[in-house]
Nanobody
């Protein structure tokens, strides 16, 4: 069974940092584009960052403008895990964060959670940025 499990969310003060993990089981992430998405209360789900598969674009990444310079997506092939390092967190980063995977290279271009090419989703991990 293909499964993604997110972890690392929690409560953090503005300006703080968190590292989210997305661990895969039942399949290898090597050939998958992985994306991090988030959904704040009352808002639509949006793309945060995506990273290309190992076999395609050699680590190409895509970031939403609001997180550029603050968030970094990376992958640990040995652990079959993708990370989202979040720094300088703001209250507007508060949301449930999801990871998702798909084999279609086009996912990386707009990193859109509505993409029909996203085949597997995790259950989400909540992030709250508040003092």
């Amino acid at each position: 069974q293909l499964q993604l499990v997110e972890s690392g969310g929690g409560l953090v003060q503005p300006g703080g940092s968190l590292r989210l993990s997305c661990a895969a089981s039942g399949f290898s992430l090597d050939d998958y584009v992985i994306g991090w998405f988030r959904q704040a209360p009352g808002k639509e789900r949006e793309g945060v960052s995506c990273i290309s598969s190992i076999s395609s674009s050699r680590g190409s990444t895509n970031y939403q403008n609001s997180v550029k310079g603050r968030f970094t997506i990376s992958r640990d092939n040995a652990k079959n895990t993708v990370y989202l390092q979040m720094s300088s967190l703001k209250p507007e980063d508060t949301a449930i964060y999801y990871c998702a995977a798909g084999t279609e290279i086009a996912i990386i271009f707009d990193c859109d959670p509505r993409s029909a090419y996203l085949e597997v989703w995790g259950q989400g991990t909540p992030v709250t940025v508040s003092s």
